[in-house]
């Protein structure tokens, strides 16, 4: 027979870490784009793989972001605040998911 009760607290304990991950880590990239320091990543080479951006769109991509950076309205002391705080969230997230870890591999317990 289940639990109910221990269920929904299982469940709702999985909701709300999710939120936290989820939420934090897409904080931290919106103050990360906004302190001025778009992450462009570059697509990875692989054999026998379809490129998903040529060199050319590449280089259009990240004259594109250096472009928006200096747009930004944002003073200096703002932009390093930003900053800040998107990793102040990345630290946050990755606390969450560790955590999370912590709490599932039972070797970690004694």
């Known amino acids: 027979m289940i639990d109910w009760v221990a269920f929904?607290?299982?469940f709702l304990a999985a909701i709300v870490s999710t939120v936290v991950v989820v939420s934090?880590?897409?904080?931290?990239?919106?103050?990360l784009s906004a302190s001025?320091?778009?992450p462009?990543?570059?697509?990875a080479e692989f054999t026998?793989?379809?490129?998903?951006?040529?060199?050319k769109e590449i280089k259009t991509a990240t004259k594109r972001a250096r472009k928006a950076a200096k747009k930004n309205p944002l003073?200096?002391?703002?932009?390093?605040?930003?900053?800040?705080?998107?990793?102040?969230?990345f630290v946050v997230c990755a606390c969450a998911v560790l955590f999370g870890i912590y709490l599932i591999v039972p070797a970690l317990h004694s």
């Open 48 to 55: 026998d793989a379809i490129t998903v951006m040529s060199a």
């Open 24 to 31: 934090t880590y897409s904080l931290g990239l919106r103050l």
């Open 75 to 89: 003073t200096a002391g703002q932009k390093q605040a930003a900053f800040i705080g998107a990793w102040a969230c």
């Open 40 to 43: 462009v990543v570059e697509p």
């Open 8 to 10: 929904f607290i299982v």
């Open 36 to 38: 001025g320091r778009v």
